[in-house]
């Protein structure tokens, strides 16, 4: 009865690589975010979508793309990993129409070797 | 630049006393929330509070949010050694539509 999930939980790969992250939302909710937290626990938010629809995208490398299936689905895509995108990201989802409560899931840790 | 600074960043209390966090921030804003964050979890939504209001209550917490001088605090009331966590404030801005910008945080450890 997870409300956001993500996978992996951890994820270390090499410079270079390519890697995806799933966010999955049962909450019924309009929208979903993806969230970048570095090593000094500051959250900022890269991307966010509104019924599969892009409404945010803020100044990130293009080599990280957001894919929204679905409603309930949010993933990110991140083509040629570099040692500075390792951190911790957050997948989040609210409904607009309800206020702008944010609903996180667990984090993903990405270390890049 | 970031939009909230939070203050102290980091306080160590004992069990049962009282803890406060503030936040400022710079532009006007729709609404602005606070957050805890467990080690190594997700963050959770403790309360929102509006701009026309000033003050919100929500079990051992309670909030004020002063528009005039662009701040807000957190006060936890009898605080527990549960309680230790990261606590972040975060902005709706007016205009932005869904997007929170987070502040950088504030330490709080409940020694037994």
């Known amino acids: 009865d997870t409300a956001v999930s993500q996978t992996p939980k951890y994820l270390v790969t090499q410079m270079g690589n390519d890697k995806s992250i799933k966010c999955e939302q049962n909450?019924?909710?309009?929208?979903m975010y993806w969230y970048k937290q570095d090593s000094k626990k500051f959250l900022k938010i890269m991307f966010s979508?509104?019924?599969?629809?892009?409404?945010i995208n803020e100044t990130v490398p293009n080599r990280f793309s957001p894919k929204s299936p679905d409603k309930a689905h949010l993933n990110l895509h991140i083509n040629s990993l570099e040692l500075g995108d390792s951190a911790v990201y957050f997948c989040?989802?609210?409904?607009?129409?309800?206020?702008?409560?944010?609903?996180f899931g667990p984090g993903t840790r990405l270390t890049v070797t | 630049s970031q939009q909230g600074e939070e203050d102290p960043q980091a306080l160590s209390i004992q069990e049962g006393e009282n803890a406060t966090m503030n936040c400022s921030y710079k532009?006007?804003?729709?609404?602005l929330q606070w957050y805890r964050q467990n080690s190594g979890r997700g963050l959770v939504h403790l309360i929102l509070?509006?701009?026309?209001?000033r003050e919100k209550h929500s079990g051992r917490l309670r909030v004020t949010l002063d528009t005039s001088k662009k701040s807000s605090s957190l006060l936890i009331t009898a605080s527990r050694a549960a309680d230790t966590a990261s606590y972040f404030c975060?902005?709706?801005?007016?205009?932005?539509?869904?997007?929170?910008?987070f502040g950088t945080g504030t330490q709080l450890k409940v020694e037994l």
């Open positions: 989040a989802s609210s409904q607009l129409s309800r206020g702008n409560e944010q609903y």
């Open positions: 909450l019924g909710h309009d929208t």
């Open positions: 979508y509104n019924n599969k629809e892009l409404i």
């Open positions: 532009t006007s804003i729709n609404n």
């Open positions: 509070i509006r701009s026309n209001e």
């Open positions: 975060a902005t709706g801005l007016t205009g932005g539509g869904n997007k929170l910008t």
